[in-house]
């Protein structure tokens, strides 16, 4: 396991610099299949990101889709 320091300096990051370092931990734990399944996945994520930044598109915090599914279906 990483050591305390280490887990302090990369959860004092911005947000999206974790994130990012998020993403290529998860990817080497299962890298992506290469091929034309993944230019299409791709392409999709860039346009739907695209569209929320241009407000397109509107977000959800976690919590609350949570709390709707929970109430849903309890």
């Keep these: 396991m990483a050591n305390t320091a280490t887990i302090e300096a990369l959860l004092s990051l911005p947000v999206d610099e974790r994130a990012e370092i998020a ?21 999709e994520i860039e346009a739907r990101y695209a569209a929320w930044e241009r407000g397109d598109i509107a977000s959800t915090d976690a919590l609350e889709v949570s709390e709707r599914l929970r109430k849903a279906y309890s």
Excluded: I, Q, V
Aim: aromatic share 4%; net charge negative.
């Design 23 to 43: 993403e290529l931990l998860l990817e080497s734990l299962n890298p992506p299949s290469e091929g034309p399944h993944r230019d299409a996945w791709n392409k």
